[in-house]
């Protein structure tokens, strides 16, 4: 065991998976001697050697194409996009190559690789490095979408996400970072995907959260079990595929759903929640769905980000709507 | 410029357009009659199933289709200087060089018919399903050679696309990687002078292909695309050169595409009919190669008789195969979208076997 910030246990998770497999190779601009913009690879090179850790161009398609090539050819490269901004660059080779090898080949072939990228907001950083942009890959069949939350939930996921037999996208918010810290198995270990987890339990009302809003609605939640009032907090883990029988289990119980996520709320994540909870749990529910997210306008700059972003005045505000039903 | 002025020079061929030959190219080659006698029956081949899937997309027996006449001397040549084992990245194109690889014509049938099968090559065929989205194939091709660089194994990967796919980003960015990592790749770029309906003049400034090579100090090769014998030369040492460790190599084969882009458009719309029969009058591979054969001894209009009828008779007995076969239901997608279909997957699976099986 060891007490490691969320940054930490992801190279922790890289570096036992490096030396369970030689097939994972990690890929990406600045993750060689610099150890990663945030460190997340840090040292690793020292470890591995440039073979295996390897600092590319300055590409982004040609790092994810490169990846897919090297993933059919069975290795097991862990990609790093530096911030989840830059993925536009590659979103061919994304959704339209890794997402679809497995597919065209009626399963002949695969890509099993992970992108890692750092994403969110709050951390006043230039343009296009905080956009959260989860639903454009949870949109693409093929494709997984993982996003951790904390420092143990951060090693298990990487670890099944590098042993996957699919392309997944890996999520890191990085206000989350080096936000706590928390004692993390020094061995190998995997958080399963497609599971959510059940942060903290109650009976009136469930809030589902994922990355960077999970420490809001936690927080909100203790808040008012102070006042008596118990909330289910459910964070995803997984975003896509979603594990919708966990919520719908919870709605069943608490009657009332709000979902909180950072990214902008139309064609966002919750909104394929709140379309699927009313098809399966409509008559549990007590209130309407509400979501709490990210405005519809580009990511904005960093000096109103914070009356941008979800917090806990508008959480809480959506839970008084939703108790006042 | 001395070094562009030399990468621009006349290409390099072995076989003029008269069917004349470089007799010390072809001594130095040092192929049986066998090999010369085999290429030109793959030329045949492909040129006889171009025409024949052509026909078959007008009867409606299968789905939009690009003809790849003219081509078949880049296609065939460069296929043939690869080993079993090495690994094929083509564009939707490219149904020469697959042929040559292993792909069945059943197989590539089955793809354009729109069958989900036609895309999954028997599993010793080391082809990926050909590439539709202009160039995307090129940094997965250096990623694949850079697996079996690690691997420390001899495998060399080769990527083919068109004139148009240098425009493109991952053009730029694949070359680049295999470059600086000094990959095991073959890039072959078939210059067949049109995108569509973009001429190559309309595409680049440079004079050449070969020439963008060197921005990225990688070998480069620029040669005959209509002269078989000089592509498989140029590509056997593209090959060998990338099998030694000596890194990546970008040959432009300069050829046409005699056909339409694709059965969706016509030529005619944007370029002169007088272009057509100049290329195909002086520069069309197979009449290229078949007056060399016969200068040689080795073919003759009666040998080449009976060799077209054995082509036309395998390759009905392919495209019947292929016909015979049913379309695998819709349901068995959602077995190919992950290794393992996810619950609401599984859920609208279970739906449509459902409407099949009630035939709704």
């Not at chain 1, 750092?118 to 989860?134: I, K, M």
């Not at chain 1, 808040?223 to 979603?242: A, C, N």
């Amino acid at each position: 065991m060891a007490n490691l910030t969320m940054v930490e246990a992801i190279r922790d998770a890289l570096k036992v998976e490096m030396e369970n497999n030689e097939s994972v190779i990690l890929l990406g601009e600045d993750i060689g001697k610099n150890g990663g913009v945030f460190r997340a690879t840090d040292g690793l090179i020292d470890m591995f050697g440039e073979e295996r850790v390897v600092d590319t161009p300055l590409a982004e398609s040609g790092i994810v194409g490169a990846s897919v090539g090297l993933a059919i050819n069975h290795m097991r490269p862990v990609a790093e996009i530096q911030f989840l901004g830059f993925i536009y660059e590659t979103m061919d080779q994304i959704c339209a190559q890794a997402a679809r090898v497995r597919f065209r080949s009626a399963g002949r072939f695969s890509a099993p690789l992970v992108i890692r990228s750092p994403f969110g907001g709050g951390v006043r950083t230039p343009e296009l490095h905080a956009d959260s942009l989860e639903a454009l890959f949870a949109h693409t069949p093929g494709l997984k979408v993982v996003m951790p939350s904390n420092p143990y939930d951060a090693k298990g996921l990487l670890i099944s996400a590098i042993r996957d037999e699919n392309p997944v996208l890996f999520l890191e918010p990085m206000k989350l970072y080096r936000a706590s810290r928390e004692e993390v198995p020094s061995e190998a270990y995997t958080v399963p995907l497609h599971k959510a987890n059940i942060i903290q339990s109650g009976d009136e009302i469930t809030i589902v959260a994922y990355g960077p809003t999970v420490p809001i609605a936690t927080s909100v939640a203790n808040e008012y079990l102070q006042k008596g009032i118990s909330i289910e907090v459910i964070d995803l883990r997984t975003i896509y595929p979603i594990d919708f029988e966990t919520i719908i289990a919870s709605v069943e119980k608490t009657g009332r759903l709000i979902i909180v996520h950072e990214a902008v709320k139309t064609g966002g994540v919750g909104g394929e929640i709140a379309a699927h909870i009313s098809q399966h749990a409509f008559f549990s529910l007590r209130s309407p769905i509400t979501r709490v997210t990210g405005y519809d306008t580009p990511y904005p700059v960093a000096s109103v980000e914070d009356d941008w972003l979800p917090n806990v005045v508008r959480l809480r505000e959506a839970i008084e709507e939703s108790l006042n039903c | 410029m001395q070094i562009l002025d030399e990468i621009n020079a006349p290409y390099h061929q072995i076989i003029k357009s008269t069917g004349e030959v470089d007799d010390q190219q072809l001594n130095d080659l040092n192929l049986s009659s066998e090999l010369l006698l085999e290429m030109y029956e793959w030329m045949l081949k492909a040129r006889l199933l171009d025409e024949r899937l052509l026909k078959m997309q007008r009867q409606g027996r299968i789905g939009t289709f690009a003809p790849y006449s003219g081509q078949e001397a880049s296609q065939i040549g460069s296929a043939f200087a690869l080993k079993k084992s090495d690994w094929m990245f083509p564009s939707y194109r490219d149904i020469g060089s697959c042929l040559v690889h292993g792909m069945p014509i059943e197989q590539l049938v089955l793809y354009l018919k729109g069958f989900l099968q036609g895309g999954s090559p028997p599993e010793d065929v080391k082809v990926l399903p050909v590439q539709i989205i202009i160039g995307g194939q090129i940094p997965q091709a250096a990623g694949c050679a850079w697996a079996s660089k690690i691997r420390k194994e001899q495998d060399v990967t080769i990527s083919y696309f068109g004139d148009g796919a240098t425009s493109q980003g991952d053009f730029h960015e694949g070359l680049n990687f295999a470059s600086v990592l000094q990959l095991p790749v073959v890039f072959f770029c078939q210059n067949n002078q049109w995108a569509i309906s973009v001429p190559i003049e309309k595409q680049m400034a440079t004079k050449t292909i070969a020439q963008k090579a060197i921005a990225y100090d990688m070998k480069n090769i620029r040669v005959d695309g209509n002269d078989v014998l000089a592509v498989y030369k140029a590509t056997l040492e593209a090959v060998e050169h990338a099998r030694n460790g000596g890194g990546p190599t970008l040959i432009e084969a300069v050829t046409y595409r005699i056909g339409p882009h694709t059965t969706a458009d016509d030529p005619k719309k944007y370029r002169e009919q007088t272009e057509v029969t100049q290329w195909v009058d002086e520069k069309e591979p197979l009449i290229r190669y078949k007056k060399f054969l016969q200068n040689q001894g080795l073919l003759t209009e009666e040998s080449e008789q009976q060799l077209r009828q054995k082509l036309e008779l395998e390759i009905s007995t392919e495209i019947e195969k292929a016909e015979k076969i049913v379309a695998e239901p819709l349901a068995t997608s959602f077995d190919h979208v992950y290794d393992q279909p996810h619950a609401n997957l599984l859920e609208q699976k279970i739906e449509v076997e459902k409407r099949t099986a009630e035939g709704r």
